[in-house]
């Protein structure tokens, strides 16, 4: 197992292609999915520096509940449809909001947050949780975090059953 991250000083997309096989040779041979999690938001945010990676799982079919993560102190039950990370659920779609402000419904569990980034991580076509990453900068995610990131999310999703 590697456990001594390499991080890559060069493009955003030079970071990514650095850092996702890098979880993948983290990930390999644990079979504690929580253990995985909380190695991947610390890679996460050790790479990028985002002001708080984290997971949300969906528990008893109508609140995310938090998991693991890294960062500030976080909200702990999230409705279906509430926020960023509600909403996301609820519509099975990654969710890029360039001002947290703006979003109807932001659930301000910091008020240090000024843009944020929701993954849905799909398990048999059925969402089962969500990957969070916020960032104190405004529009600080674009289309190459989402192409990465839901290609994280599939990698989470494989890790359900190691």
Request: hydrophobic content about 40%; aromatic content about 10%.
């Amino acid at each position: 197992m590697a456990e001594d991250l390499q991080i890559s000083t060069g493009s955003k997309i030079e970071q990514y292609e650095s850092l996702l096989p890098q979880i993948k040779a983290l990930t390999e041979g644990e079979s504690d999915f929580v253990a995985n999690c909380a190695n991947i938001a610390a890679a996460l945010r050790q790479t990028f520096g985002f002001f708080w990676v984290g997971f949300y799982f969906v528990k008893n079919h109508d609140q995310l509940v938090l998991g693991p993560f890294q960062g500030d102190i976080a909200c702990t039950r999230i409705n279906l449809g509430k926020g960023v990370c509600g909403t996301s659920w609820q519509k099975s779609e990654t969710i890029i909001v360039d001002d947290v402000d703006q979003f109807p419904g932001h659930i301000a569990c910091s008020s240090s947050s000024r843009s944020e980034i929701v993954v849905p991580i799909f398990r048999n076509d059925i969402v089962i949780g969500v990957l969070d990453v916020d960032s104190d900068q405004l529009a600080d995610f674009d289309e190459t975090d989402k192409i990465y990131l839901e290609r994280l999310a599939l990698m989470i999703s494989d890790l359900i059953d190691a």
